[in-house]
């Protein structure tokens, strides 16, 4: 068929001509859904719509119709939030909307929403709303929507101390924190590390104790065994050593 398939797009013609030549059994269930949609016909693909306007310079074939990347103001603000405050991010989010249109309903004259839990993203509306309506900078905003951002954290964090010590005032009881727990689990890791280092150096006073005592006794079995060779080697006392002739003697006649 070439460079084209249209297989794919002629699948209701094909199963028409089988149920017409009595080689199908029974009808598909997705036939008269093709019959009444058809794929199209179109197999030329259009240029996606560029949004940054013209460009001079002529995009590789390859690329031609890749669509471009979607970019809002509100990007560069955030990525330069977060990353001075990377951690931001582990703190957890509601993301769940009432009906979709919430952000209708909030104004940003404030850092904080009513109804709605504070996050970076607050910061980064309030800064933009500072940069339109208030015609500040976007590091006068930044500084601006940052104090007011730290402030109703220290608030937040003084409320939940204070809830915390009166319902411990009431009798209520409260597991261990996030650090008593890492405190409990490094305490259960040094326990282990000790038993392995007491371990360890029972086994290496133990192989210093081996190599000393053979050590110890080499020194002591070394002049005796020195002695006996030597009492080998020496002659007895009284006589000397003979060298034997290596010339021959006359046989007598």
Request: aromatic residues 8%.
């Amino acid at each position: 068929m070439g460079k084209y398939d249209f297989r794919p797009s002629r699948v209701q013609q094909t199963a028409a001509q089988l149920l017409t030549g009595n080689k199908s059994p029974k009808r598909p269930p997705w036939y008269d859904v093709i019959a009444s949609n058809p794929p199209p016909q179109i197999l030329v693909r259009t240029q996606p719509v560029q949004h940054t306007g013209h460009r001079s310079r002529t995009k590789k074939p390859s690329k031609l119709f890749k669509p471009q990347n979607i970019i809002y103001p509100e990007d560069s603000l955030r990525k330069t939030f977060f990353s001075d405050h990377p951690w931001e991010l582990a703190r957890p989010r509601v993301i769940l909307e009432d009906s979709g249109a919430d952000h209708r309903r909030q104004q940003w004259e404030t850092v904080r929403q009513r109804g709605g839990h504070l996050s970076g993203e607050n910061v980064v509306q309030r800064q933009a709303w500072l940069i339109e309506r208030e015609n500040m900078s976007k590091d006068d905003a930044y500084d601006q929507a940052r104090r007011e951002f730290y402030s109703e954290r220290l608030r937040e964090e003084v409320e939940r101390r204070v809830a915390r010590e009166e319902a411990m005032a009431t009798g209520a009881y409260f597991g261990k924190t996030v650090i008593g727990i890492g405190n409990d689990l490094e305490d259960q890791e040094f326990e282990k590390f000790r038993g392995y280092a007491q371990k360890a150096i029972i086994e290496m006073e133990a192989t210093r104790s081996a190599g000393q005592s053979s050590l110890e006794a080499g020194i002591i079995e070394g002049p005796e065994i020195q002695s006996a060779i030597t009492d080998l080697e020496l002659p007895a006392e009284g006589t000397a050593a003979q060298p034997e002739s290596t010339e021959q003697k006359p046989s007598p006649l």
